[in-house]
Every structure is written in C-alpha cells, then in structure tokens.
C-alpha cells in the first residue's frame, strides 16, 4: 500500500535522514520509534508530503488516502466542531449541498433534480452522513470531550482540545493509512485505553510515534527504529517490550564481540612483543654469525607480526566500543532531614463558577509516599496540587505542610520558569555554581553550551522539560510535586527518570498518563473524578 524506498533528508550538512526503506500494508500496526531529535517527525512530513526529500521514492498505492495527526495542530478560527468534522470526510458537505438544492429544486417541480437526489443521497449514505452526528460524539466521548457541543467554535477550545477535535476528526474519516504523531499527548488513561480499543479494530494500516510504552506494546506488532548517530532505519518484529528486549541483545553480543576483541588485540601485541624482544636478546647475546641470522629472522617475523595487528585494528570487521548513548542523567539528592507528615489537608475543596471542581477532601501525605493523581482531563487534577502547595487560595479548607519539608515543584504548562533568563541563571538563582559547573551539571540534562545561554522562550518544550528537572535536582528538595514530568521526554529519558525517582529518598506526588511510568515510580494511586478522591494501594489497578 505505501512504499519508502531509499529516502533521504539533510539541512544543510546535518544529515537527517539517510537510505530510509520500509514498507507497509494492509492492517499492519507499525511503532515508529527514536530518541528526541532523529527525524521522527520530519519522515512523517515527507510522507505526508508536507515536506520534499532530498532524493528517493515514496509511492502510494492508487485510490489510497492518509490521514495525518502531527504533534502540533492549528485552531480552525470560527468554523465549528460540526463543520470542522464534516471537513474531514471527503465528499460529506458537498453530498449534502447537492440533497438539499436538490429538494429545493423538487419542491417546485423540477423532477430533473431526482436523478441528481438520488446520487446524492446514495453517496451521502455510503460515506456516513446518516450516521455522523451519532458517530461523531461517541468519538469526542471516547476521547474524553463528551462535554462538548457540535456547534462549539473550534477557536474556543484549549490546545489539548484542539488536538483531541483534530484526532477525532482523522478517526471519522478513516483513512487507509493514519499516521499519528504523539496522539496520546493529551489523553487522559481513560481515553488512551478507548483509543487502544479502537486502533485494534480499525480497518486500515497504523504508523504510530509515541513515547507511551503501554499504549505502544497495546498496539504495534512491528517497530521502526531511527538511529540518531548513523540516521538510518531498522526494522523488529514484535511489540515494543520484544524491541527493547532485542534491542538489549544486540547490545549484549555487541559488548561481548568488543571484548572478545580486545582479548585477541592484546595477544596479537604480546606475540608481537614477545617475539620483538627475543630477537634482540638473541642479536645482543652472540657473535654466532648463523645465530645473528637467526635473529634476524625472528626480528623479522616480529614486524610480521606487528603488521598483522595493524591490519586488524585497520579491518572493516573491527568492532567499535559500544559507546553509551548521551542520555539524560537525574541523580537527586538525598536531602535534609524530613518529619514524618510531610502535608495535610482537612475538608479541602476548590470551585469556580462553573461549580465545586472538588470538595471536602482529607489527605494526608507521609514521609517516603509515592503518589499518583490520576482522573479525567478537566477533572481539577492540577488545580488540586496548586491547592495543596499555595499556589491557588483553595475555596474550603486547610493546608498544613510539615516544617521540614522543602518542595519541589514542576507544573504541567512550565509557566515558572521566567521566559527571558537563561538556563544558566535559573541554575545559578538557586544553587552555588560558577559557569563552568554550571555548564557541566546541564550536560547531564542535555544542554550543550549554545542551548545554555537561550532565553527560555527560545527552548523547545522537551528543553524546558529538561530544565525544570535541573531545576529540581538543584534545589535539593525532599519532597517533590511533578505535574505530567514526562510529557515531553522520549523513553529513554523517562526511563532514566524513572530510575532516578527509585532512588530518591523524599517523597513523590506525581501526576501522570503515562501506565509505565506511574507502575514502575508509585505505590499510592489517588484517583479524583466527579469532585471526589479515591484511595487505593494496589499498583495493578492500572493493568
């Protein structure tokens, strides 16, 4: 059905894609996987035809249509979800014009319009239209939108809503190939388990980016892989769990091959040593003229030797040491002593117009706690951490935080991180480091020495991300309140992260919809929907 066949893409001398083939058909269920940066992206455009390549061939099977959900989508002003939805489905509105001139034109005895009606009609039918409306909201429910009206104004809704409209208007369309682009960005476990179900029934091929391991393992059954050093494109059967396992393998008889080498390098060089060394003794110790000869020989075969580990060493079978990738590195700090109640709430509640978003909550939060929020988006998830920490006066209630506590915290749309100042002054606001420590410690974050110096709102939002985690780690806090963390980290990264959070002594209040992340980081679920809070201490609700 789709083709990729020797694609490649470079900006300038950066190579960003190179020899890239890979094919996909029928029902297939395709992971499109690399770390943050490789041109998971940029491949998508190109096939999309959102963006030339430099040279090779993507060719489409005849009559076969793509839908595409990038990661960034564009508010569709004063159209409304209805009509932008309609939009979606080739020939929809068009169909509906024709039926309705159509009984304009019979109501005042044009019988020649029957014909046309009739076409019309059929095709209307055939693509939906009688259904669409139905069809169309139990999407929007699926996708946690249920709230939403049809005749809702596109530019009245937020950016997760936006991006949720836009999947869900690729969903009614049904094209033969969906390439989809971080869907589960704005998904709250809900809706990203309604569109696992989904994605497994659909009638068409699926390309899939996600940094989501659950929601991937859910879905694939084959996974792309782009190198970021060599640029090119691998391809593993299996789900993502069998990739990393593969990929694991790879990386153990690769190790393994370097140090068998490395074992045949050092006996090549002692032969050589050892044969170098017992010609010159047997030329120093005699004047033996058919010993001297002799030696020779031996010196001789030396260099021999000695050139036989220099074409080794220059073969193309050599294996390089298998370098660690430079990954993001979180090492928090053990942290001040903290007393065993690390906050609490009585009777908390928190409304705006609209209505109680949560009321009459009691929690308490104990030294070494991991915690996760979880609940539907909209449910007041965010509101409630910035209620617990003073960000927001709650409507009701009280907050007590415990004297020894030193929070930190990283909300969801990153807004305290000043947009003018410099990851270098937001590390040094709060820790003792010259610019060359300063420097060093962001290394571990990802940060090279240009990136350091941008403003923030020149950062990307993986950056700022990265940032606020340093932030974090510098701050030395013993109690951390993390607000979707990961959201903007590939997997390797929310591995790391996840390590780093094992080994932190403090407490932890996470609120996040990545599954993986929330089983490997909590032991406490917090559940809020419908103004109430549910406890639970059973990791495996979430399986």
Known sequence: MLQVSNLNKSYGVQTILKDISFNIQGNDRVGLVGANGCGKSTLLDILTGKLPADSGIVALEKGKILGYLPQKTYLEGEISIQNYLENCIPGLIEAQQIIEESTERLKIGDHEAL???GQAANQYEALGGYQFESKAQAILAGLGLPYLGLDRPMSQLSGGEAMRVHLAGLLLAEPHILFLDEPTNHLDIEALEWLEGFLKTYQGAVLLVSHDRVFLDAIVDRVLEIDEDTHTLCEYAGNYSSFAKQKELELQKLVAAWQDQQAEIKRLRSDAQRTAEQARHSELVTRDSTLRRYAKKV????????????????????????????????????????????????????????GWLFQDLDLNIQQGDRIALIGPNGCGKSTLLKCLLGEIQPSAGTVRIGNSTKIGYMPQQQENLPPGKTPIEIIQAIAPMNQSEVHHFLHYFLFEQEQARLPNHCLSFGQRARLLLAKLVASGANCLVLDEPVNHLDIPSREQFERALEMFKGTVVVVAHDRAFIQRTADIIWKLNDGALSISYLKNILQ
């Open 115 to 117: 014909a046309a009606y």
């Open 299 to 354: 010196a001789k075969k030396a260099k021999a030797k000695e050139k036989r580990l220099e074409r080794y060493l220059d073969s193309d079978e050599r294996v390089e040491k298998p370098e660690e990738k430079w990954r993001l590195r979180v090492n928090f700090n053990e942290g001040a002593h903290q007393s065993q109640l690390v906050m609490a709430a009585r009777s908390l509640g928190h409304a705006y117009q609209s």
